[in-house]
């Protein structure tokens, strides 16, 4: 009985290892040997025959992968044009959608603080625009440059800026911009012991004759009104340029992670194989398979 089941058990092998070999390349040399030698014959007491099982048409029967390998480059670049794509073509599509998140939230806040920013911006500007006069400014160094007797004459505003500054007082640092530029509206709030003479709420110092009795007082507090504004301004736009940051970090980072990601998927391929071995049990030759999946 014993040797009736051994010979069922070997003709089925042989059936099941000569359609495995059908789907791949056709046996030469040494395996047409191999194959035509009956499996009966034992001249060893022990031997191994592994078959990995194949899918696809085009597979071949030495490797079995039933993920399908993805680019490394492709993934990358997906991550590094739109974060969170390099994810999903990976097959993790929640690091996707959450990549894909960030990358929305990061351009929404840009929108939002960009324009509350230059809203801001504009405020500050048009209340410069009605309370600072440039005619005021330049009426003030005129006079204080005519206080010197060593002045050469005519107007300060038409002389240039390096020969006047010669005849003001060390506080007058800075050139005055011609045009409403960025510098000129940074200037006429940071710099109010040269700029103050130009806001229409200053109090001069006691002294009729002389404008550079300016001490730094204000009537309305027009200066700090603007400056006010103009911080919150550049609050808003700090914010918005971090934003940016952010989404600029996060397609760098959506990228490596995408790479990665494909990277670990290729390295850890889902993979099975049929194991038939011969053995001796008790002196009897016993034939075992075994299905093995390796992640």
């Not at 030698?37 to 099982?53: D, E, G, V």
């Not at 504009?122 to 010197?148: C, G, K, L, P, S």
């Not at 918005?240 to 998927?265: C, K, P, Q, W």
């Amino acid at each position: 009985m014993r040797r009736i089941l051994l010979f069922i058990v070997l003709g089925t092998i042989l059936v099941m290892t000569s359609l495995l070999w059908a789907e791949g390349a056709e046996p030469t040399g040494q395996s047409e040997e191999l194959a035509l030698s009956s499996p009966l014959m034992i001249n060893t007491p022990k031997f191994q025959l592994t078959q990995r099982l194949t899918e696809g048409y085009n597979a071949t029967p030495e490797v079995t992968v039933t993920t399908q390998k993805k680019l490394p480059g492709r993934a990358m670049l997906l991550s590094a044009v739109l974060p969170g794509m390099g994810q999903i073509y990976a097959g993790s599509k929640i690091r996707g959608a959450v990549f894909l998140a960030l990358e929305a939230a990061g351009w929404t806040a840009f929108a939002v603080f960009q324009t509350q920013g230059k809203n801001k911006e504009n405020e500050y500007e048009d209340f410069a625009d009605d309370h600072w006069n440039r005619d005021a400014y330049w009426t003030a160094v005129q006079h204080i440059v005519e206080a010197d007797p060593e002045w050469p004459g005519g107007l300060a505003r038409n002389t240039p800026w390096s020969q006047v500054i010669n005849y003001l007082p060390d506080n007058f640092t800075h050139e005055l911009p011609s045009t409403n530029t960025q510098q000129y509206y940074e200037m006429i709030g940071k710099y109010l012991s040269q700029f103050g003479f130009g806001w229409d709420d200053v109090v001069l110092g006691s002294d009729p004759d002389s404008t550079q009795a300016f001490d730094g007082r204000f009537g309305n507090n027009n200066p700090s009104r603007y400056e006010d504004i103009r911080y919150d301004s550049n609050q808003l736009l700090d914010r918005a340029t971090l934003a940016i940051e952010v989404v600029l970090v996060n397609h760098v980072i959506s990228a490596l992670d995408a790479g990665f990601l494909v990277r670990r998927h290729n390295k850890r391929p889902v993979e099975t194989s049929l194991n038939i071995e011969r053995k001796l049990f008790n002196n009897e030759p016993v034939t075992m398979t075994g299905v093995r999946i390796r992640w």
